[in-house]
C-alpha cells in the first residue's frame, strides 16, 4: 500500500477560504490528503477533539495574515494553539507570512522567539507559486520524518530490548 501524506492547513477560517481550497485541491493532485478544520471536524463533547488531525499530520502549512483568530480556551487563537501542537510534537511546518500593520500579535512573538524561519507573501497567488515551488521540499522533509522515526527506537524498545534467547548472540 502506497503512503499518502497528512497535510495540515492551518490558518484562521474566513479570510483564508479561497486559498485553503486551492492548497487542498493542489495537495489532493498530489496524491496526499489534505487535512483541514472545516472538512476533518468530528463532532465531541470532549475537549480539544478538534485537534486531533493535526497531531495525525506529516507536515503543516502555517499561513498568517491580519487576522489573528478568536482566542480560545488556552487564551491564543486557534492557529496559535496548532502551531504549538506541532512544535511539541516536532511536527515539520512551514511558516507562510502576509506582512502587515498588525503583525505584533502573539503568534509572531512567538514564532520569533523560537526563531522559526518563513516565507513572506503578497498575495494568495504569490503563496500558492511559492507552496508549489516547495512541494518537493515538503516531500522530502515528510520522508525524512518518516525515515528518522523507523530507524530510532522507542523508549520502550531500548529500555526492553527484545533477547533472541541464544546466549552466545547476545
Do not use: C
Amino acid at each position: 500500500m502506497a503512503f499518502k501524506p497528512r497535510i495540515f492547513i492551518s490558518s484562521t477560517f474566513s479570510d483564508n477560504k479561497k486559498v485553503r481550497d486551492s492548497i487542498k485541491k493542489h495537495f489532493i493532485e498530489l496524491g496526499a490528503e489534505p487535512l483541514l478544520y472545516e472538512s476533518n471536524l468530528t463532532p465531541s463533547t470532549k475537549p480539544m477533539t478538534y485537534r486531533k488531525d493535526i497531531l495525525e499530520a506529516d507536515f503543516v502549512i502555517l499561513i498568517m495574515k491580519d487576522n489573528y483568530g478568536t482566542e480560545t480556551d488556552w487564551g491564543i487563537s486557534g492557529t496559535h494553539e496548532e502551531y504549538r501542537i506541532a512544535k511539541e510534537n516536532r511536527i515539520p511546518i512551514h511558516v507562510y507570512l502576509k506582512p502587515s500593520k498588525s503583525q505584533d500579535n502573539k503568534l509572531i512573538k512567538e514564532l520569533l522567539a523560537d526563531q522559526v524561519s518563513f516565507y513572506y507573501f503578497k498575495t494568495d497567488v504569490e503563496l500558492m507559486n511559492r507552496l508549489k515551488e516547495t512541494t518537493f521540499i515538503i516531500a522530502e522533509e515528510i520522508i525524512l520524518k518518516k525515515i528518522t522515526r523507523s530507524a530510532t527506537p522507542t523508549t520502550a524498545e531500548r529500555m526492553y530490548p527484545v533477547h533472541s534467547g541464544n546466549p552466545d548472540i547476545e
